[in-house]
Each structure stands twice: as structure tokens, then as C-alpha cells.
T-cell receptor
């Protein structure tokens, strides 16, 4: 069965520090992978996505993620965190089953940013 | 261009009652998916509507039902509410029945349902 694991429930970093959020997936075929961000009271905003090709993908707001098939991972990174990055981050895998897409999400990582 | 809109924003119900949540997809989108996000968890797929029919369903009981209208808007109905139905309900829209690549889902702000 498809699943997504985000091992870190809560992460705190200082503003200006680098960030890496971990994501591991379980999926039998080539996965479609996504990172979403959710600010309080907001819906989900897509940060970036991986479908194929270059395993390092760039997203919005200075985020990037690297797909590593051998490790079944799709970790999100940012070189320098801003206070406005404080939010909850969700990794998701999108199975392409029967011609209809749905997303399977991890439990999320809540990011706090210290000034 | 309006994105995905949902109504109401917040809702309080008591156990046993019924509730209807509404979603209008992003302009140009014809597919609507519903997700339940319990506190501290990631969103869980409920079902997806395309061409006014339920096309795919997650692991949710029959108390959860939906509808899609000719203008592609959608409703989520939950009957016989339980305390455990308290959650943020998210609607996502996309174009066409296909999946990735290219078929990105856009999410609305959600409806916060509290069951007392």
C-alpha cells in the first residue's frame, strides 16, 4: 500500500539557518511526489513537484527537493529560512490509479522559526 | 481569477446531525476531490467527482456522500455526525480525469467542522 512518512513532527530553526524536512514514501511504481505548505487558517499551497527527469527540483519561495529512488526519499530543503516560512509542511505522493488522481499525505512537519 | 472557494468557513454541529459543505472549483477545472484533515494529521482522501459522478473513494463510511453539479461545483454531505468527524474539510479541484503530470490539484481554504 502507498504511504508517506514524515519522521519529524516538529522542527525549530533560527532565521537564516538552513532547513531540511524529511519525507519517505512507499509506492510500487514510479511515484509522483509533492510538497505542500499550509499556513494557519489557510489551504494547501503547492511548493514543488517531481514527476520525472532531473531529481533535483526547484519550487517557489526558494525551496528545492531531491528525489532519491534508492532511499525512497524526497527531502525538502531551503538554504536560508525566513520567519515567514513558519508553517506546516506536507509531503504527498500521487498515485495514478485507474485514471483518477488522488493524493496520499504524510502527517506533516510543523516548522517554527526563531528570530 | 478566483481560486477554489469553500463555504462555510466554520461550522458547529451536534452529534447525530447532518451537515453539507460546499465547494466551487477553480475556473476551468471540472474535477473536485474532498479531503478530511483531522487535527495534527495530514489530509485523508474522501472521494473525487468527475462528470457528476463519484469516481474514486477513500476509506470512509457511507455516511459521507457527495454530489457534483453541472457547473462543476460540489457538495460534501455527512450524516449522523460523530465526534470524530470534527476536522478541517478541504476541497481540491483539477482539470480532467487524469493524474500527474500536469494535473495539479488546487486546494481551497477548507471548512472547519466541530461536532459537539
Amino acid at each position: 500500500a502507498q504511504s508517506v512518512t514524515q519522521p519529524d513532527i516538529h522542527i525549530t530553526v533560527s532565521e537564516g539557518a538552513s532547513l531540511e524536512l524529511r519525507c519517505n514514501y512507499s509506492y510500487g511504481a514510479t511515484p509522483y511526489l509533492f510538497w505542500y505548505v499550509q499556513s494557519p487558517g489557510q489551504g494547501l499551497q503547492l511548493l514543488l513537484k517531481y514527476f520525472s527527469g532531473d531529481t533535483l527540483v526547484q519550487g517557489i519561495k526558494g525551496f528545492e527537493a531531491e528525489f532519491k529512488r534508492s532511499q525512497s526519499s524526497f527531502n525538502l530543503r531551503k538554504p536560508s529560512v525566513h520567519w515567514s516560512d513558519a508553517a506546516e509542511y506536507f509531503c504527498a505522493v500521487g498515485p495514478f490509479s485507474g485514471g483518477y488522481n488522488k493524493l496520499i499525505f504524510g502527517a506533516g512537519t510543523r516548522l517554527a522559526v526563531h528570530p | 481569477d478566483a481560486g477554489v472557494t469553500q463555504s462555510p468557513t466554520h461550522l458547529i454541529k451536534t452529534r447525530g446531525q447532518q451537515v453539507t459543505l460546499r465547494c466551487s472549483p477553480k475556473s476551468g477545472h471540472d474535477t473536485v476531490s474532498w479531503y478530511q484533515q483531522a487535527l495534527g494529521q495530514g489530509p485523508q482522501f474522501i472521494f473525487q467527482y468527475y462528470e457528476e459522478e463519484e469516481r474514486q473513494r477513500g476509506n470512509f463510511p457511507d455516511r459521507f456522500s457527495g454530489h457534483q453539479f453541472p457547473n462543476y461545483s460540489s457538495e460534501l454531505n455527512v450524516n449522523a455526525l460523530l465526534l470524530g468527524d470534527s476536522a478541517l474539510y478541504l476541497c481540491a479541484s483539477s482539470f480532467g480525469r487524469g493524474g500527474p503530470p500536469g494535473n495539479e490539484q488546487f486546494f481551497g481554504p477548507g471548512t472547519r467542522l466541530t461536532v459537539l
